[in-house]
């Protein structure tokens, strides 16, 4: 029901509210099925037909979802709520009431918010995030084979990493690697790395008014009348420099990020992580790109078509591969990758 929620939420554009009641030593102490009596007849003075009840966890957790809650009003719906819900619990079951846990989460407001333990996406419970449980020992491997293979990467790369470094000092001031503020698995930032591409102390504006128009789908829609196929990217971008255009198309510019996968910022396999000033453009639904999987430094947008796919073509397909991940899928685009590269199809 979760699952359905989270579904009509990203169609209707609407939150809804998550009530978690934790009975602890209520159910342990006797009279389970009174106490629960109980509270079930506390919660229907509270709730509407339309609101959902039921076992969070088997008579352990219950949950209700209040669904339907216009987005400017869902924070004091869900405080307003959880004052409610414990004045009522307090008549019913007087000192008992005391042992219940009561915590609300409003989705998709919570979903980068920091929960128990400090982790950012914790707020919000497992079933809207992902499948992490299920595949615990194919995780397990994907992290070896990031580990093992971006340091074989830099081990490999170490005399362009060189090469590159040199060439970006002579042509330009500033520092070689460029470091930026990403996005990353459950809304978690992390400094992002790339060869310097552009020359130093460029105005971002020009890309934010891109990214904006991008998301909400007018770019491109000029060309696509034309023969020639649209480009859903910034093209003969001025702030550039002549050896970032060559890195650029080549995606020699993306070899640091191997140095971002050791640290376990990212893996080599998934969804591109953006901008902060991106993801305060996105829809409810295209967030889920970055509750599914860890960011990684290719995936299937890379091998196909890359910027000649639209935002919401990307973002589907982001999603694709968190529904179908597998080792073998990995190591099918990461087979694809280079001739992506030396093609530059979409690059730019």
Known sequence: MLHVEQKRTERSGKCFVLMLLEFGSVLTAGKQSRAIEKVLSALSHSTR????????????ILGVVFTEIVPAEADSVGSFLLTKIRSLLVTALADQER?????????????DKKGPGNHTGSALP????DHRSQKKVALGMKRSVDVIGSLLAVIAFSPIFAAIA????????????FRQQRVGHYGERFEFLKFRSMREGNNHAIHQEFVKELIAGSVGAASESSRQKPVYKLTNDPRVTSIGKFLRRSS???????????KGQMSLVGPRPPIPYEVECYEIWHRRRLL???????????????????????VRLDLQYART???WMDVRILLQTPRAMVSGDGAH
């Open 49 to 60: 037909e339309t609101d959902v009840k039921g076992w969070y966890k088997s008579r352990s």
């Open 325 to 327: 991940w597998s080792l």
């Open 252 to 262: 020699l510019d993306e070899l640091p990020q191997f140095l971002n996968v050791l």
């Open 99 to 111: 042992h219940i846990q009561i915590s609300i989460r409003v989705f998709p407001h919570d979903w």
């Open 292 to 314: 599914a999987v860890k960011p990684g430094i290719t995936g299937l947008w890379q091998v196909k078509g890359r910027s000649r796919t639209t935002f919401d073509e990307m």
């Open 166 to 177: 040199l060439a970006i000092k002579l042509t330009s001031k500033g520092p070689v690697v």
């Open 126 to 129: 497992a079933e809207l995030l």
